[in-house]
């Protein structure tokens, strides 16, 4: 079956622009998460879903950052006022409950803010 | 919090030998363990995992055994090939705490040359 997609594959912006970049989970799986790469790095945690509800925001950097899953399918991380050092590589994963932790990636968003 | 701990790459291997990448983590209760492995131009994806003490996960010739006396999770494979070149995270979750974000290390490169 399909697996996680994210669009778009590549976001180039300004600083100081406003941002969206949407997760399509794999069907059936009720957790989602935000991850940020940055480059030689491994990725960082940002939010994580079950539902439509955030269970766990803690990652979240600041509150530039914001993400929603209204139907507890697609979701949107969505980034205010963007700085440079918000590039980075963002990755969407999902899961079902059953699974013991074991999360499906999608192939990311390449955020550039210049 | 929870923490996992690489050795630095690149690592660079000719073909057929043998391969350990160290990993050690620090977290609180019984994590789940987890290598993934992200090839060149894809995404994350789950290479093997163990989610309790002395439990050995296995997958395509590598293997790696969840050892909490150490606290480690060191990924071996004895024979490497060209196709296994890639960036390989450890990784671990707190299911049991209730934390199931992913915690990851910062990456080992592998290059193996024919």
């Known amino acids: 079956g399909a697996g996680v997609s994210q669009t778009p594959s590549n976001k180039v912006t300004e600083k100081g622009k406003y941002v969206e970049l949407r997760c399509d989970p794999i069907?059936?799986?009720?957790?989602l998460y935000w991850y940020r790469q940055s480059l030689g790095q491994g990725p960082e945690f940002l939010i994580y879903?079950?539902?439509?509800?955030?269970?766990?925001d803690s990652g979240l950097p600041n509150d530039r950052f914001f993400a929603v899953r209204p139907e507890g399918s697609v979701s949107t991380l969505k980034i205010q006022r963007t700085e440079r050092g918000d590039s980075a590589v963002y990755l969407c994963?999902?899961?079902?409950?059953?699974?013991?932790?074991?999360?499906?990636f999608g192939p990311g968003t390449r955020l550039t803010v210049t | 919090g929870n923490s996992v701990t690489q050795m630095e790459g690149p690592v660079t291997l000719s073909e057929e030998a043998f391969l350990t990448i160290n990993c050690t983590y620090t977290?609180?209760?019984?994590?789940?363990l987890f290598w993934y492995v992200q090839y060149p131009g894809e995404g994350l994806q789950l290479l093997l995992k163990?989610?309790?003490?002395?439990d050995k996960g296995s997958n395509k010739g590598f293997e790696a055994t969840y050892r909490k006396e150490t606290t480690s999770f060191h990924l071996e494979k004895g024979s490497v090939q060209v196709s296994d070149s890639a960036v390989y995270f450890c990784a671990l979750t707190g299911l049991d705490t209730g934390r199931r974000a992913l915690t990851f290390g910062s990456g080992t490169r592998l290059q193996v040359q024919p």
């Open positions: 994963a999902s899961s079902s409950l059953a699974e013991s932790g074991e999360q499906y």
């Open positions: 163990a989610t309790k003490a002395d």
């Open positions: 879903f079950q539902g439509t509800g955030a269970a766990d």
């Open positions: 069907s059936g799986h009720t957790a």
């Open positions: 977290a609180t209760g019984y994590p789940s």
